[in-house]
């Protein structure tokens, strides 16, 4: 079936200091979506990218996704604490089934 | 702002007991799901449902688990013989449907099997 597969698992940034996560499928995907869960929190929606090469900004977050559909980054600017929690990127199917990465967890130094 | 809602917050079982988790989702999305997460752990896909039917599952959901939509409002999941494995975060997420496919995701209940 299809795997989704993100790394690093852990970021430990320095307040200031800029960072990319990054996601690769098994397969080809329909869309590539980004979630943001805080510590005790749950998972909300960030971002969908459906374009191959497509590229979209969120202030200090770039999101892109591959050419070929199949992997996605995720990079943060200037990092805040605010950015504290742990990201998760989920691979879109045509059927509306998201199978979700295994997350990157970010902890900033201040 | 419609949101996802799902009780309890926190519910503490018997290893063997049955437990009901329930969700509300938004009344105009199509498609329900649950996952789960294990502490510290990915979000893992259980089961997808769409037009009173379950569309897919995955291999966590094996034959102690079941769904019910049963009035149109509320989707359940009901684990019937809890194992202390099954202690995790359970998240209900719907999506309306179209170009969008936003998840939208419940605050989770917490279970823990004793």
């Known amino acids: 079936g299809q795997q989704v597969m993100q790394i690093p698992q852990y970021q430990h940034v320095q307040e200031g200091e800029d960072f990319t996560t990054y996601c690769n499928s098994s397969t080809t995907l329909s869309n590539i979506q980004w979630y943001k869960q805080r510590p005790g929190g749950h998972p909300v929606f960030l971002i969908q990218?459906?374009?191959?090469?497509e590229v979209k900004k969120q202030k200090r977050l770039t999101f892109q996704f591959g050419e070929a559909k199949k992997n996605s980054s995720l990079h943060i600017t200037a990092t805040q604490t605010t950015d504290v929690g742990t990201y998760f990127c989920a691979g879109g199917r045509e059927d509306y089934k998201l199978s979700f990465g295994a997350g990157t967890t970010v902890t900033v130094r201040a | 702002e419609p949101e996802v809602t799902q009780t309890p917050s926190h519910q503490v079982t018997q290893m063997g007991q049955e437990v009901i988790l329930r969700c509300v989702p938004i009344s105009n999305h199509l498609y329900f799901y649950w996952y789960r997460q294990i502490l510290g752990q990915k979000v893992e896909f259980l089961v997808s449902f769409y037009n009173n039917e379950i569309s897919e599952k995955s291999e966590i959901f094996d034959d102690q688990f079941s769904v019910e939509r049963p009035d149109g409002s509320n989707f359940t999941l009901k684990i019937r013989s809890t194992k202390l494995e099954d202690s995790a975060m359970y998240f209900c997420?719907?999506?309306?449907?179209?170009?969008?496919?936003?998840?939208?995701f419940g605050q989770g209940t917490r279970l823990t099997v004793v």
């Open positions: 997420a719907s999506i309306f449907r179209g170009k969008n496919t936003e998840a939208f």
């Open positions: 990218l459906v374009k191959s090469g």
